[in-house]
C-alpha cells in the first residue's frame, strides 16, 4: 500500500512562533505532496501543492510567506507556520499519491495546532 | 471557479436504516472519488469510479457515476454504528495538477 506518515499529530504554541509540520511518503516516492486546512466540522481546503525541487503552488488567499512549503526530497514535505496566531489553528492535512494508482490519495494522519 | 457540493450536510439514521450522500459538480469531472474520514480522524480513501454511469459495490456501500459525469451517489444500505463519519466526494481540478476538489461532505451519525 501506500503510507504517508505526518507529525507532530497535535502541538501547542505560543503566539508569534512558528511551528514546523512534516509530511512523509514511507514506501513511495511523492513529486507531488498536497497540503490542507481543515476546520471544526467543515471540509478539507487545499492551500497549496508541494512540488519535489521547486516552488510550491499557492491556492488563492493562502500567504506564502505565512504557510512556508519545502520539498526537499522525493519523500518529505515540510509545511511551516509562521508567526502563528490563534486563527491559525487548525487540523493541518497533507496528501500524496503513488504515480497512477488507482488507489486515490493517501492523507496523512493530521497535526491538530492550537496557538495560545 | 469549479465547486463540488455535496447534500445532505448531515443524516441521523437509526442502526439498519440506509444512508445515501449526493454530490454533484460544476463542471464535467474525469473521476470522481470518495472518501471517509472518522471523527478526528483524517480521510481514507473508498474509491474511484471513471466510467460514465458506472455503478461499484463494497459490501454494503454502491457508489454510482452520473452519465454526464458531473454527478455522483453513495449508497450505504442498512447502516451500523461502524459508518458513523464523514463522506466525501472529490473530483480533479482544472489542469493536469493533481489537485482534488472536495465536497462539503456529508457527517453521518448512527444511533444503535
Known amino acids: 500500500g501506500a503510507v504517508v506518515s505526518q507529525h507532530p499529530s497535535r502541538v501547542i504554541c505560543k503566539s508569534g512562533t512558528s511551528v514546523k509540520i512534516e509530511c512523509r511518503s514511507l514506501d513511495f516516492q511523492a513529486t507531488t505532496m498536497f497540503w490542507y486546512r481543515q476546520f471544526p466540522k467543515q471540509s478539507l481546503m487545499l492551500m497549496a501543492t508541494?512540488?519535489?525541487?521547486?516552488?510550491?503552488?499557492?491556492e488563492q488567499g493562502v500567504e506564502k510567506d505565512k504557510f512556508l512549503i519545502n520539498h526537499a526530497s522525493l519523500t518529505l514535505s515540510t509545511l511551516t507556520v509562521t508567526s502563528a496566531h490563534p486563527e491559525d489553528s487548525s487540523f493541518y492535512i497533507c496528501s500524496a499519491r503513488k504515480t497512477a494508482s488507482p488507489n486515490g490519495y493517501t492523507f496523512g494522519s493530521g497535526t491538530r495546532l492550537t496557538v495560545v | 471557479g469549479q465547486q463540488v457540493m455535496q447534500i445532505p450536510q448531515y443524516q441521523h439514521v437509526q442502526e439498519g436504516e440506509d444512508f445515501t450522500t449526493y454530490c454533484n459538480s460544476s463542471t464535467t469531472l474525469s473521476n470522481i472519488q470518495w472518501y471517509k474520514q472518522r471523527p478526528g480522524g483524517h480521510p481514507v480513501f473508498l474509491i474511484q469510479l471513471v466510467k460514465s454511469g458506472e455503478v461499484k459495490k463494497q459490501k454494503r456501500l454502491t457508489f454510482q457515476f452520473g452519465e454526464a459525469k458531473k454527478n455522483s451517489s453513495l449508497h450505504i444500505t442498512a447502516t451500523q454504528t461502524t459508518d458513523v463519519g464523514t463522506y466525501f466526494c472529490a473530483g480533479p481540478g482544472s489542469g493536469n495538477t493533481g489537485k482534488l476538489i472536495f465536497g462539503q461532505g456529508t457527517t453521518l451519525q448512527v444511533k444503535p
Open positions: 508541494s512540488n519535489e525541487g521547486s516552488k510550491a503552488t499557492y
